[in-house]
């Protein structure tokens, strides 16, 4: 491809990217909190308490079966004292994030599909990482970057659905991995996509980067979220936990398997939960 259709392709990319419906005050504001080390406990109960639709999300998911808490909790700031910070932060920002695109498309995508199979891969990813030695709190970063993985799919079904029909039955008809019929098609992945959603979004850069290489790991810049992520879905769609639209399963880097050291049976062990924890998690795509 020529420089101008580089720059032709960078642009209706950046147009497509454009038109994702805006957030509310409070949902920006929440995703700039996220992405803030220095966040505030009581700015983001503030933040977060003054969407009611927000707060009632945030009240059903922490009293469901996913958390399964001993005790109901009646307030954002008991949340916050129940969970911590990061994980009030990121369940916040994962709701947000659900809500974003609509389900219905015309490209022939099963949205309802591809949010288990991307609800699935970042409960995946945050055992492995827990795995691996992450914290409980920081793990949740990993969760996020599962969960919104596949994220630039949704923006093709609903922008680009014709085009993307023609890769998504291509890809199925050739048995090839869908970002290269993806290129074919569309003349760019869903991943490319999803990272500049995120810079969109204002999310980190480290989770932006998970977004855009979840198929193709780095081993120039390796990044450990990258590696567990990539990891995760592909152990996801071996177990045919939801459906991503990609009918092939792609080998292991050597870099990956290098870098993350975990055999078969630290990944088997780790996921041993994860068909219950799916079940329990559900309710995220309900609400």
């Not at 799919?153 to 993307?164: G, H, I, Q, T």
């Not at 199925?172 to 290269?180: E, F, K, S």
């Not at 081993?219 to 769609?237: I, Y």
């Not at 880097?253 to 290098?258: K, L, M, S, T, Y």
Request: hydrophobic share 45%; net charge negative.
């Amino acid at each position: 491809m020529t420089d101008e259709g580089k720059d032709t392709n960078a642009q209706r990319l950046l147009s497509l990217v454009e038109k994702i419906p805006a957030f509310s005050q409070s949902v920006s504001r929440v995703l700039s909190l996220a992405g803030d080390i220095n966040c505030s406990p009581k700015t983001l109960v503030e933040v977060v308490s003054g969407d009611p639709v927000l707060t009632m999300k945030i009240l059903r998911l922490v009293n469901s079966a996913y958390f399964g808490l001993a005790n109901r909790v009646t307030s954002v700031h008991q949340a916050l004292v129940t969970l911590g910070l990061n994980t009030l932060k990121h369940t916040a920002l994962s709701l947000a994030m659900l809500g974003v695109l609509p389900r219905k498309n015309e490209a022939g995508l099963d949205i309802d599909a591809l949010w288990l199979h991307s609800l699935a891969v970042g409960l995946a990813a945050r055992r492995l990482a827990q795995a691996k030695g992450v914290s409980r709190s920081e793990s949740e970063d990993y969760f996020v970057a599962g969960l919104l993985h596949d994220v630039g799919k949704l923006v093709y079904a609903r922008y680009e659905p014709k085009r993307f029909a023609r890769a998504l039955e291509a890809a199925a008809l050739d048995q090839v991995d869908l970002t290269v019929s993806e290129q074919a098609v569309l003349g760019a992945t869903h991943a490319e996509v999803g990272a500049l959603l995120a810079q969109r979004w204002g999310l980190p850069e480290p989770l932006g980067g998970a977004l855009a290489g979840h198929h193709a790991p780095s081993d120039e810049n390796p990044s450990q979220l990258t590696d567990v992520v990539f990891v995760a879905n592909q152990v996801v769609k071996r177990r045919n936990l939801g459906f991503s639209g990609n009918p092939v399963l792609s080998p292991m880097p050597a870099g990956v398997r290098e870098r993350l050291m975990l055999n078969s049976d630290v990944v088997a062990d780790a996921l041993a939960e994860l068909p219950e924890e799916l079940q329990n998690a559900r309710v995220m795509l309900q609400l």
